[in-house]
């Protein structure tokens, strides 16, 4: 537990971080079962659900390919029986895609084809919830609570998950295949988010990002999104980004005229962004210099953004 007895992510919620352009990186996924209890790493030191032999081996074969890798459980009471699903996504804006299927045992897991081919391509899409208590109390915490929300209304897409990053937004959660990225979902009405989400919609307001993309578009997209309204999940592509000093400029496209954002790239003060964290360290935050489109003048920033 961090500093005074807080979660991390109660001190995060009284500071206000800013959650925007944080979500994790990943172009690719994969998702596999482990029903049960998970250790501090689901994959290494969760004895009970997979050997962390295999589970080292496993990890390692993601990793060597470039891919992110969670365990996932449903929520509730555990069956007598596990079962074994596995999930891919492809994550590239405009390529997107999730495939899944099942084997019947663990060791299996090294043996699926990473594009996904030896599965199903599905046509619903995947809702984790990060509730990996192990790693840290507050996703046990508000994860169980928000994966219940949506499991709720949505039994057949929702999952929750191991560790995502971002502990301080916690309740985490991760939408595939486009790789929607949330925070303090725990504080909205999640299956919301996930109605919205089937819509071709998004929440702004718990964005943190798009896992695809780096995280100055994200931001990038946060400040368009705010200054022109526009809800839709594939609004906003980025067109180029361009590093400055102290500075980065995003050009996303957008009708009936580009839109460019320079945002002002800048450290936090010392935090604790994990409950078990001890040594305050300093995040990258951006904020908005400019918003313009073709043929206007710069928009000012709201001085609401960098508070």
């Known amino acids: 537990m961090s500093r005074a007895g807080q979660g991390c992510s109660d001190q995060s919620l009284a500071r206000n971080d800013p959650m925007y352009g944080t979500a994790s990186a990943g172009t690719s996924w994969l998702l596999l079962e482990l029903a049960g209890g998970w250790g501090r790493s689901a994959f290494l030191d969760s004895p009970a659900c997979i050997d962390p032999q295999l589970g080292l081996a496993v990890v390692r074969r993601a990793e060597a390919a470039g891919m992110r890798i969670a365990a996932i459980r449903k929520h509730g009471r555990r069956k007598a029986t596990p079962r074994w699903r596995w999930f891919i996504a492809q994550c590239a804006v405009g390529g ?25 391509a599905a046509t619903d899409p995947l809702v984790a919830v990060c509730a990996h208590g192990r790693h840290d109390m507050c996703c046990a915490v508000r994860g169980r609570s928000a994966a219940s929300a949506i499991s709720a ?19 985490t959660m991760l939408v595939l295949p486009t790789g ?13 988010l996930v109605s919205r ?32 309204g526009d809800d839709r999940i594939a609004a906003f592509p980025p067109l180029s980004v361009e590093p400055g000093d102290g500075t980065i400029r995003v050009v996303l496209d957008a009708d009936p005229a580009p839109v460019e954002v320079v945002l002002n790239e800048e450290l936090s003060e010392p935090l604790l962004s994990q409950c078990h964290a001890t040594v305050p360290g300093r995040v990258r935050l951006y ?6 489109t073709a043929g206007t003048h710069p928009s000012p920033p709201d001085p609401s953004a960098a508070e």
């Open 287 to 292: 904020t908005l210099a400019s918003l313009t």
């Open 153 to 171: 209304a949505y039994p057949e897409l929702a999952w929750e998950c191991s560790h995502l990053g971002g502990d301080r937004f916690a309740a």
């Open 180 to 192: 929607l990225c949330y925070g303090r979902v725990d504080q909205a009405d999640a299956a919301e």
């Open 96 to 120: 997107e895609v999730l495939h899944g299927g099942e084997v019947t045992d663990p060791r299996e897991y090294l043996d699926i084809a990473l594009d996904g081919s030896d599965g199903t």
């Open 197 to 228: 989400y089937l819509d071709g919609r998004l929440d702004n307001r718990y964005l943190r990002g798009r896992t695809s993309l780096p995280h100055a578009v994200q931001a990038a997209q946060h400040f368009a999104r705010e200054e022109f």
